[in-house]
Nanobody, 118 residues
Framework: QVQLVESGGGLVQPGGSLRLSCVVSGRFFSINAMAWYRQAPGKQRELVAAITSGSRSNYADSVKGRFTISRDNAKNTVYLQMNSLKPEDTAVYYC????????????WGQGTQVTVSS
């Protein structure tokens, strides 16, 4: 059974920073792309940042220059460094991973709350 477990969310003041982590565990052959999504109350889930197995990354326009996605393939972990946080970044953040078991599938974490407020 594959599991994704996020950590690092919390309450932070505007302008502050947080670092999210997501660890993939279980039995699988490989992890391909990994990504972070977020969903604010009353809004659709949106892609925040994604990274390929070769560490090529892309970002939503709203977070470019403030957020950085990275991964440690040896630890099966993806990170999201969030700087200069704004109230509009408040959301539940989810990690996803495209994983090859006996088939290719997209797996999701349970989500971690990020609240930016003074």
């Amino acid at each position: 059974q594959v599991q994704l477990v996020e950590s690092g969310g919390g309450l932070v003041q505007p302008g502050g920073s947080l670092r999210l982590s997501c660890v993939v565990s279980g039995r699988f052959f490989s992890i391909n792309a990994m990504a972070w999504y977020r969903q604010a109350p009353g809004k659709q889930r949106e892609l925040v940042a994604a990274i390929t197995s070769g560490s090529r990354s892309n970002y939503a326009d709203s977070v470019k220059g403030r957020f950085t996605i990275s991964r440690d393939n040896a630890k099966n972990t993806v990170y999201l460094q969030m700087n200069s946080l704004k109230p509009e970044d408040t959301a539940v953040y989810y990690c996803s991973a495209d994983i090859l078991i006996t088939y290719n599938g997209r797996w999701w974490g349970q989500g971690t709350q990020v609240t930016v407020s003074s």
